[in-house]
């Protein structure tokens, strides 16, 4: 299973629904992808091969927080193939509240690389970490969602 084609349609927010916080995103925000899982699971897919950049966090966050409706949910952040996060979005990734847990997912040393990064910004209150493996990183968040 992967973020890409998880869950069912209906749960997937509606086109446009990235630009929330903004009206100017770059065509990068569109291919961003924010899902709610059966499992409870908020998955967020950055596209390989971009610069991921403030405006893009910024409306990420806001579909996050619309998935959400109100609730703390666990996240599964892919970062796989993405060539870098600046600054001010690792910022806007790393301060959600809507967050009970979350999980990054890569492959290769330089999505590790990345993860970790992010990981960096992140608040002492939310557990975080970075996995290889999609079913490990879903148990670990189930685990940790349940004990926030």
Do not use: K
């Amino acid at each position: 299973m992967s973020a890409q084609t998880l869950p069912a349609q209906e749960s997937r927010l509606p086109d446009g629904a990235l630009h929330a916080s903004s009206g100017a995103v770059s065509s990068v925000a569109d291919q961003i992808t924010v899902d709610l899982a059966e499992d409870g699971i908020v998955e967020v897919t950055l596209p390989p091969n971009t610069v991921v950049r403030s405006p893009e966090a910024r409306a990420a966050a806001a579909a996050v927080c619309a998935v959400a409706d109100g609730r703390r949910l666990p996240l599964l952040l892919t970062v796989t193939g993405v060539l870098s996060v600046t600054n001010d979005a690792r910022l806007g990734y790393t301060n959600s509240v809507v967050v009970s847990a979350c999980a990054l997912l890569g492959e290769s040393p330089v999505d590790r690389v990345i993860a970790h990064y992010l990981l960096r910004a992140r608040s002492d209150s939310v557990p975080a970490r970075f996995f290889t493996s999609e079913a490990e990183a879903r148990d670990w968040l189930i685990e940790h969602h349940r004990e926030s």
